[in-house]
């Protein structure tokens, strides 16, 4: 927006609007926006000044711009913490299939588990 308002300005420097210029670039912006969200806005304006005509601009055009990055951002941990979830279930999964045939070893004499290390000690290693 901003290099179009410069655009404008150049090429009207050899024009001979005089007191008109702030107008007729305010009319150029209001109907060359391509947003019709901005352009709605500028039209509702009832006193629409060149300069409050760049400020809403500029301001709308931010904005959509900060919403754009936030919404990615938000996708982004949308997607870490499904990644964070699935993670954990995986984990305590993994856990209780563990557990449940360290247990079933256990009640076959096959394995032990040494309480103090956490480990898994099988009988053919404690007899060595």
Same mark, same amino acid.
């Given at each position: 927006?901003?290099?179009?308002?410069?655009?404008?300005?150049?090429?009207?420097?050899?024009?001979?609007?005089?007191?008109?210029?702030?107008?007729?670039?305010?009319?150029?912006?209001?109907?060359?926006?391509?947003?019709?969200?901005?352009?709605?806005? !500028?039209?509702?304006?009832?006193?629409?000044?060149? /300069?409050? @005509?760049?400020?809403?601009?500029?301001? =709308?055009?931010?904005? #959509? &711009?900060?919403?754009?990055?936030?919404?990615?951002?938000?996708?982004?941990?949308?997607?870490?913490?499904?990644?964070?979830?699935?993670?954990?279930?995986?984990?305590? !999964?993994?856990?209780?299939?563990?557990?449940?045939? /360290?247990? @079933?070893?256990?009640?076959?004499?096959? =394995?032990?588990?040494? #309480? &103090?290390?956490?480990?898994?000690?099988?009988?053919?290693?404690?007899?060595?």
């Amino acid at each position: 927006m901003s290099m179009s308002i410069v655009e404008l300005r150049r090429l009207s420097e050899y024009c001979e609007f005089g007191s008109m210029l702030n107008e007729i670039i305010r009319d150029r912006i209001v109907c060359g926006i391509a947003d019709d969200r901005i352009q709605r806005r !500028l039209l509702s304006e009832p006193e629409l000044t060149f /300069e409050k @005509a760049v400020e809403l601009s500029l301001a =709308i055009e931010l904005a #959509s &711009k900060i919403f754009k990055i936030c919404m990615k951002r938000r996708e982004q941990l949308d997607m870490q913490m499904r990644l964070m979830v699935y993670h954990h279930m995986f984990t305590n !999964l993994i856990r209780k299939l563990i557990t449940a045939t /360290e247990r @079933a070893w256990w009640y076959t004499g096959v =394995i032990r588990v040494d #309480s &103090k290390m956490l480990s898994v000690i099988t009988v053919e290693e404690e007899v060595k």
